[in-house]
């Protein structure tokens, strides 16, 4: 039992290329989250996902797009990565209101993505 | 939408010491959670509190579900050098399907 892993671990992007950041979780959970952690300003919600094919914005979500095809699997892409997209992105997964603890969240170990 | 506000933003102890830190909100919440982040970790549920006025403990951390909902409290007791992070409050409205998050508490410890 893995919990949420996260793929890549690190990554550089040059300005305007794009990427897919990868999340999986094996609890078997509803909801699916990603947030983005920078220095001082806590963690932000950028998309997330109460079930499978369905997806809401969060807190900070213009630059980003997320899909839900499986149950257990929430990506986030970048279209065209800028500076500003530079920042620790965490993914987290809690069990949703069919579970007893619904809204605990798990997170992942983190990607952290640098754009130059 | 909802705020929460984390004090303090830091703090500098002593090992041994005891540690007290808390969250406000202007909303009234149904769930507290309590998380701690170790550097170049993801952050790590601590404490979940669904209840007004609830009292969780978990080894020498305990936490409080304040009486007016829009409050909880987490006290470390005789602070270890593990203990340096930073923790996360995290509040959830009523019929709200995501959380929200304080700024965190860096600690510190002196050995």
């Known amino acids: 039992n893995a919990g949420v892993t996260q793929t890549p671990k690190f990554r550089v992007l040059k300005t305007g290329q794009s990427m897919t950041l990868l999340c999986a979780q094996d609890?078997?959970?509803?909801?699916m989250y990603w947030y983005r952690q920078d220095p001082g300003m806590g963690l932000r919600l950028i998309h997330y996902s109460v079930g499978e094919g369905t997806t809401a914005k969060g807190e900070v979500p213009d630059g980003y797009n997320v899909s839900r095809l499986k149950k257990q699997n929430f990506l986030l892409g970048l279209e065209s990565a800028a500076p500003s997209q530079t920042s620790v992105y965490f993914c987290?997964?809690?069990?949703?209101?069919?579970?007893?603890?619904?809204?605990?969240?798990?997170f992942g170990p983190g990607t952290r993505l640098t754009v130059t | 939408g909802q705020q929460l506000n984390q004090s303090p933003q830091s703090m500098f102890i002593q090992e041994g010491e005891d540690v007290s830190m808390n969250c406000t909100s202007s909303?009234?919440?149904?769930?507290w959670l309590w998380y701690k982040q170790d550097p170049g970790e993801g952050p790590v549920l601590l404490i979940a509190?669904?209840?007004?006025?609830e009292l969780t403990s978990n080894g020498r951390l305990t936490a409080q579900f304040g009486i007016t909902r829009k409050d909880s409290f987490l006290n470390i007791s005789a602070s270890i050098p593990s203990d340096v992070g930073i923790y996360f409050c995290a509040g959830r409205v009523q019929g709200a399907q995501k959380l929200v998050f304080g700024q965190g508490t860096r600690l510190t410890i002196n050995p």
């Open positions: 909303s009234i919440f149904n769930t």
């Open positions: 609890m078997n959970h509803e909801y």
């Open positions: 987290a997964s809690s069990s949703g209101t069919g579970g007893t603890v619904p809204y605990e969240q798990y």
């Open positions: 509190l669904y209840k007004a006025g």
